[in-house]
Structure formats: structure tokens, C-alpha cells
């Protein structure tokens, strides 16, 4: 049973409540949960779907003081392994993998997205809100996301919310405590194991147009590396590049 839990039948935003009770002292790995949220968004203002009282809605924080500011990306994937790590203990499967920067793939559907909101003192980071969504029950989507899936839609089942919501927080705890006592690396590597399309010829699009590239890597920092059939390698930071579906080519 969570401890430092909020508890909501409906939200704007659980990143934007969460942040507003900071207003308070709150112990780290406090947590709020919607059953809806009306305004949730994920990364730079981009829509979340989402059925009430079926999904995980949540925000969760942290305080990773011991982490410099240039090294803020761990942040993503520790994060996002959690979640990784969460999912295929539920659902065994080789298909979950980790769209960049942090989407949580089953094949090539997206399942969860991570927002993450950092507050900085200086050189370090002074706490963190992550939000996630985790598609669970909900089985209808409505909205002109391109291409939703959930854990029901997987595995026929259907889930309860609450026992997903400890076990997803104790994955979260461990690979916090993972980056807390400095396996920076070991997170980084595991991260670039899991990426989505990595070694795969696949299209994208930039601000000059649609491209070919084969996914290399992610810097520390973040940023994209994709190689090219000529040998060049371009870097890109968030909404830099846009992934092309291939229902979309």
C-alpha cells in the first residue's frame, strides 16, 4: 500500500496538482492519481487520450539532487526501463520496447508516455515530477491518436488499477535506487538496448523532409543519432525529427 498517496476522481492534470501541493514540503515518491484527467498532455503540449476510471494517470516525485543538470536525460530512462520493466513482468513479451525519447512501445503501438517536469537550483536538479499514462482497460480509442494500444487489447484481461499502481511504483523505486547510487551507465546501455527501430531502415521527417536512416544510438544529452545510407550521422533533440510510421509511408 502507497504511503504519500493522492487519490482523484477527475484532474486537469495530475503533474499540474502534484506541483501545486508541492507548495507544501512532500516526501519523495509522493504520488497523485486521477481516475480522469481533462487537460492531460505529454511531450510539448501533445494530447493524451484517455477513458475514465480505465487507465493509470499518474504523477510521481522526486528530488535527484545528486544529479547534475547535464545529465538530466537519465531521468527519461530510468523511467522509462521502470516502466519496461513493469510491463514484461505483467505481460512476458519481446515486443515492448521504448520509442525516443520515452513512449512505451508493444510492437507498433504505443502504450504509455512519460511527461517529465524538472525544477532546477544551479547546477543540479532539485526535483522532478514524472507523469505517466499507462493504457490498461480501455480497449476503444477515439481520438485521431495514430496508433494506441493497452494491456487488455494485448492480453484479453483486465487489470485493477490499484494493484498495478503499487507494483508499478516499486519498479520505479528500484531503478530510482539504480540511478540514486550512480549505475549511470549501466542505465544508459539498457536504455539503448531496448530502443524502438534500433539497426532498422526506417523513414523519418525534419524540417528539409522525408529521409531514410538507420537509428545508431542516443547521446547522454539525449539526442537522437541516425545514420544515413551515404554514412553521414545527424543528431536531434525533441520535436527536431519526427518518427513516419510505416502505415503512413
Known sequence: ??????????LSSTNSELSRL??????????????YQSEGRGQLGAKWESECGKNLILSILFYPDFLPVKDFFLLSQFTSLALLDFLIQLYPSEYFSIKWPNDIYFKDNKIAGILIENSLQGSVIKSTIVGIGLNVNQTQFL???????SLS????????LSTLLDDMAEHLQFRYHQLRIGKFQFIRDEYRTHLYQKGKLSSYEDNTGRFEATLESVANDGALCLRLSSGEL???YFKEVKFIPIHHR
Open 143 to 149: 481520438s485521431d491518436a495514430p496508433n494506441p494500444i
Open 22 to 35: 508541492m507548495q507544501n514540503q512532500l516526501p519523495e515518491f509522493t504520488i497523485v492519481q486521477a481516475d
Open 153 to 160: 487489447t494485448i492480453s484479453g484481461h483486465q487489470y485493477s
Open 1 to 10: 500500500m502507497l504511503s504519500n498517496l493522492f487519490s482523484y476522481k477527475e
Open 234 to 236: 545527424r543528431t536531434y
